[in-house]
């Protein structure tokens, strides 16, 4: 049993408010997980520069000259954000790939939790309102959100077991239920050239959806297609740069709900985490299908 949120704003007034709303979902989650818990925000793309989200054991250590350190191993700006046991590294976009190589060669010990041009990814053990509390997320604005708080069922209580999971570029994934061939899939991808930083289900379920949309799906083609592939229970919730998809097993068994209005598209494991939107009483309000892919993104819209 794992607590999911989930928030795709429509109204841009409301962007000042992601961090502080999604916060309040979450914790409203609390007793579904109370192993660990994070949150992916999205926002603050402008199409010159990327953010690499890491996470230290011993942030002093690791934090401590980090900028001088990728400045200099990259002969380019950089720029560093330390929260807590995270860090946000702000660098120009065709620097990425180089730096996330930078910081694997500098700070071996340091863990990525998300990188791209909008996704900043905060995650640790312990509840909700602690994690949420210590990397400050009620202040962040952004487009749009996930959370998701765990009860763990089949591996480690550890910082890298908590969900969101991120294996691709402005990508990430929080699942609720369990994956029966995740196994066999886990040696399919890495043959593809995918590697994992766990042997947590619901990452080999994000490294699936990354290898699928790098053939050049988007995020509903991706998981359409995970309904066929993926054997087990679960309901997704998954973010991109511009997108926010949900998805349920056939059988769908693991409790939804969904509410959109002119202002936001969200989700919870429970009604209750949606109560104190905004609007919500006037919202539509449904159960998402089973074997259903409800799919919005910003720049379609558009």
């Known amino acids: 049993m794992c607590g999911i949120v989930g928030l795709f704003l429509k109204d841009k007034s409301l962007e000042p408010k992601l961090g502080a709303l999604l916060s309040s979902m979450l914790v409203t989650m609390t007793d579904r997980g109370p192993d660990s818990a994070g949150i992916a925000i999205y926002g603050g793309a402008d199409g010159k520069n990327a953010k690499i989200t890491v996470q230290s054991a011993n942030p002093k250590k690791d934090f401590d000259g980090l900028e001088h350190d990728l400045r200099r191993a990259l002969d380019a700006p950089i720029s560093v954000e330390v929260k807590s046991t995270h860090a946000v590294i702000t660098l120009a976009s065709d620097k990425l790939d180089e730096g996330r190589t930078a ?4 700070r071996p010990d340091i863990r990525v939790m998300s990188s791209g041009d909008a996704i900043e990814i905060y995650k640790e053990t312990g509840l909700p309102k602690d994690v949420i ?3 400050g997320v009620t202040s962040m604005s952004g487009t749009h959100g996930i959370g998701h708080t765990r009860m763990a069922t089949e591996s480690a ?3 890298l077991g ?3 999971f991120s294996t691709g570029s402005d990508q990430c994934l929080v699942h609720n239920g369990s994956l029966s061939n995740h196994n066999n899939l886990r040696r399919e991808l890495v043959r593809e050239g995918m590697t994992f930083e766990t042997q947590n289900d619901s990452e080999v379920a994000a490294a699936y959806l990354t290898a699928e949309m790098a053939k050049g799906k988007d995020l509903g083609e991706a998981l359409t297609g995970a309904l066929s592939d993926l054997d087990g229970f679960f309901t997704f919730v998954v973010g991109t740069k511009s997108g926010f998809g949900v ?3 056939p059988i769908a068994c693991k409790p939804a709900v969904m509410a ?6 969200a989700f919870g494991s429970e009604y ?3 109560v104190s939107l905004p609007g919500i009483e006037d919202a539509r309000i449904w159960e998402p299908e089973p074997a259903t892919v409800y799919f919005w993104d910003h720049e379609k819209a558009a």
């Not at 959109?260 to 598209?265: A, G, L, N, R």
């Open 103 to 106: 910081i694997t060669s500098l």
């Open 133 to 135: 509390s210590r990397f």
């Open 157 to 159: 209580v550890t910082t």
């Open 162 to 164: 908590a969900h969101p």
């Open 247 to 249: 998805v349920r097993d």
């Open 260 to 265: 959109e209005t002119d202002q936001y598209v």
């Open 272 to 274: 209750r985490a949606l």
